[in-house]
Antibody
Framework: QVQVVQSGAEVKKPGASVKVSCKAS????????IHWVRQAPGQGLEWLGWINPNSSRANSLEKFQGRVTLTRDTSISTVFLEVTRLRSDDTAIYYC?????????????WGQGTLVSVSS | QSALTQPASVSGSPGQSITISCTGTSRDVESYHLVSWYQQHPGKAPKLIIY???NRPSGVSNRFSASKSGNTASLTISGLQAEDEADYYC?????????FGGGTKLAVL
């Protein structure tokens, strides 16, 4: 069965960087896009970006460009989200989610979420 | 881009039907057949309940249905049950990116 499992919670200081991993299993890793979404405490969902694990091409929201990097390692079926120059308003649960098609359709299989806390 | 517009809250009694709207623009909802809906219970990851405007994934109750007209998509839940109490989010492709709605809290009274 399809599973996406994320790395554990992180506590960071403002200005630091964080790298969250998302390991996929149960399907052919390179066949489906993976999205990243975050949810600040008590707030709604915010789409951050997505990566094509086959080509490694990624796209992120303009507001995050320069601070967010999406990468993948096909040898371990894992994608990574790195956020640099962290600010307190980056405190959120970060989710990865596998798309349900090879071309982009919807976020079908979600990871359990990774809490990133940014505090001095 | 701006978030899609959803009502902050809706409510209904068990057995009733409710509809949640999701209003976008010509750059997202109106232009693509790629609207999806997600249910999120407190402390849980979101769950896909509708994809490509009207389709239900396997295992999702047929009490959930959805449609789209112009720049507005809608989710209808019929025969409300206590377990439907949750937050609901719409999402649309917006050309190279995706955008979520602000979310709607459904209360089953």
């Amino acid at each position: 069965q399809v599973q996406v499992v994320q790395s554990g919670a992180e506590v960071k200081k403002p200005g630091a960087s964080v790298k969250v991993s998302c390991k996929a299993s149960g399907y052919t890793f390179i066949d489906y896009y993976i999205h990243w979404v975050r949810q600040a405490p008590g707030q709604g969902l915010e789409w951050l970006g997505w990566i094509n694990p086959n080509s490694s091409r990624a796209n992120s929201l303009e507001k995050f460009q320069g601070r967010v990097t999406l990468t993948r390692d096909t040898s371990i079926s894992t994608v990574f989200l790195e956020v640099t120059r962290l600010r307190s308003d980056d405190t959120a649960i970060y989710y990865c989610a596998r798309d349900d098609s090879a071309s982009g359709s919807s976020l079908e299989f979600w990871g359990q979420g990774t809490l990133v806390s940014v505090s001095s | 881009q701006s978030a899609l517009t959803q009502p902050a809250s809706v409510s209904g009694s068990p057995g009733q039907s409710i509809t949640i709207s999701c209003t976008g623009t010509s750059r997202d909802v109106e232009s693509y057949h790629l609207v999806s809906w997600y249910q999120q219970h407190p402390g849980k990851a979101p769950k896909l309940i509708i994809y490509e405007v009207t389709n239900r994934p396997s295992g999702v109750s047929n009490r959930f249905s959805a449609s789209k007209s112009g720049n507005t998509a809608s989710l209808t839940i019929s025969g409300l049950q206590a377990e439907d109490e949750a937050d609901y989010y719409c999402c649309s492709y917006a050309g190279r990116s995706w955008v979520f709605g602000g979310g709607t809290k459904l209360a089953v009274l």
